[in-house]
């Protein structure tokens, strides 16, 4: 199963469900707003395969932008399994990671 973060309508990235979940929890350890967390932590828990950015407070919309851009693709480099697919998936990331560049809030 894939899963889709939006960052606003019409900008969107799919994932593969196991990359989509390892993002999500990326945020989950290092998000300071525990609503929020709490959000994501339901998304994985229940296979919701997917997450708004909307969906969250205009904080923490903001914190989950930096840490997706300061630091998502720097941890899927070092702590994604090594396999063959391993550069495709950090790519996915650095896509993901430069579509936050289109949004409003920093």
């Known amino acids: 199963m894939a899963g889709l973060v939006v960052l606003r309508p019409g900008v969107d990235r799919t994932a593969t469900g196991g990359l989509f979940d390892w993002t999500v929890g990326f945020l989950i350890a290092r998000l300071t707003d525990r609503d929020a967390a709490a959000h994501l932590q339901e998304i994985v828990d229940n296979n919701l395969g997917s997450f708004r950015l909307d969906d969250l407070s205009p904080e923490a919309q903001r914190e989950v932008v930096a840490h997706l851009r ?12 090594e396999t063959a697919q ?5 790519a996915h990331l650095r896509e993901l990671v430069a579509a936050t560049h289109s949004l409003p809030v920093e």
């Open 70 to 81: 300061e630091g998502l693709v720097a941890a899927g480099e070092q702590h994604l399994p």
């Open 86 to 90: 391993k550069s495709v998936v950090v």
